[in-house]
């Protein structure tokens, strides 16, 4: 046998210890967990301690039973580790933008000289947005109201709605896309 094939690490990408967490938070006895699942006890204290993996069905009725959605079942089982990313250089308009991002989060640094305009600057997704003017100042035109936004002052407004930026001044801005929560 190649003992340089051997794993010795646990390289599994889930990690059902998350299970003992909700459990006691909804201060359930593997057993109270088991009779409101339908859920094998010995099945869910293996789960807790990742001695085997479970069926889509099982997850479901254990995600069901702490009212969550297997989808996000599955997300809080995913191991926890650094997740690195490099930024990516742009320009749109007048505005140059240095963005990383992530499944739920856009982070985009903006710089552009007094007079740049740029309107519904990119095709947003369903998120929130929040603008935030780090030096300088620019004007934010929405359907309805129309904002001042000043060094060190911040904005947030629904991205889907019909926006513009318009620096007055030399300005520097941190956009954040922060993606809604799921409504169903």
Request: positive net charge; contains cysteine; glycine residues 4%.
């Amino acid at each position: 046998m190649n003992r340089s094939s051997e794993k010795t690490q646990d390289n599994s990408a889930l990690d059902f210890g998350i299970l003992r967490t909700l459990r006691k938070r909804e201060g359930m006895s593997i057993a109270e967990l088991a009779c409101a699942s339908g859920v094998s006890a010995s099945v869910i204290s293996k789960l807790e301690r990742n001695k085997t993996s479970a069926e889509t069905e099982t997850l479901y009725r254990i995600a069901r039973t702490f009212r969550i959605t297997l989808s996000d079942l599955i997300c809080l089982a995913e191991k926890q580790t650094s997740h690195a990313v490099h930024s990516e250089q742009y320009r749109s308009g007048d505005f140059l933008f240095e963005r990383v991002s992530y499944n739920h989060l856009r982070c985009m640094h903006a710089s552009a000289k007094a007079g740049a305009k740029l309107s519904t600057p990119e095709l947003h997704r369903d998120d929130y947005e929040l603008c935030w003017v780090l030096h300088g100042c620019l004007r934010l035109s929405l359907p309805k109201e129309t904002h001042l936004i000043r060094t060190g002052t911040a904005v947030q407004f629904d991205a889907l709605l019909h926006h513009t930026y318009e620096t007055l001044e030399d300005t520097e801005l941190f956009i954040v896309h922060l993606q809604k929560p799921k409504r169903f």
